[in-house]
């Protein structure tokens, strides 16, 4: 942190006429949200927390040690009635907290330590929010890339090996295929990712 002061999540703080905020992701939502592209966080299980509404800003961080990896802004609350036939009255849902992210940094995340937090969803003052969103800096160029994905395929027709790939795609996903990514124009540069970082293909150089 470039600040001397610890923070705490504990205030009701407005930063630009609107509220900031602090939602802590569990491990294994973090590994989710970095493995697959979206566009906004959805989360659950709210219906006793007192909230961020439309338009409030929000730092999205994981724990053990505090890091931040996104930032957003929350794009809807609200509570979805069950759909129960049987039942006219029945009951809602938890609420549903729709954060539209504006700046991700899953893959090199900003640390936190000096920041307390006291649950799934706390206000945050606006000095701590300002002071994480300026550790991210300016976001990096944009450039085209080559991603591709080769799997060896038995199949009887060229339909069928196609029907297959899909299938195993969908079955393993990027938590066991190899990815391989190089810059346009830049083959030779080319690298593995497996579970969303680098990864070594070659067995040869493990030896």
Do not use: K
Request: aromatic share 6%; no cysteine; proline share 11%.
């Amino acid at each position: 942190m470039t600040t001397e002061t610890a923070y705490r999540a504990d205030g009701s703080g407005r930063a630009d006429g609107v509220g900031t905020w602090a939602v802590l992701l569990p491990a294994e939502r973090y590994e989710a949200e970095r493995l697959v592209h979206h566009d906004t966080l959805e989360l659950t299980g709210l219906a006793d927390v007192a909230g961020p509404g439309p338009g409030d800003q929000v730092a999205v961080l994981v724990d053990a040690p505090p890091r931040l990896v996104a930032l957003g802004r929350v794009a809807a609350t609200a509570h979805r009635h069950r759909e129960d036939p049987d039942d006219p009255q029945s009951g809602v849902e938890p609420a549903e907290l729709v954060v539209a992210y504006t700046r991700r940094a899953f893959d090199e995340p900003v640390p936190a330590d000096l920041l307390t937090l006291d649950g799934p969803v706390s206000p945050l003052e606006p000095a701590a929010f300002r002071a994480l969103a300026d550790q991210l800096g300016p976001p990096p160029a944009r450039r085209t890339w080559l991603v591709s994905l080769d799997l060896p395929i038995e199949a009887g027709s060229p339909a069928e090996a196609v029907r297959l790939f899909w299938s195993y795609v969908q079955e393993l996903g990027p938590r066991e295929l190899p990815a391989f990514v190089s810059p346009a124009g830049d083959e030779l540069a080319m690298q593995a990712f497996v579970l969303g970082a680098e990864a070594n293909q070659d067995p040869e150089e493990d030896d």
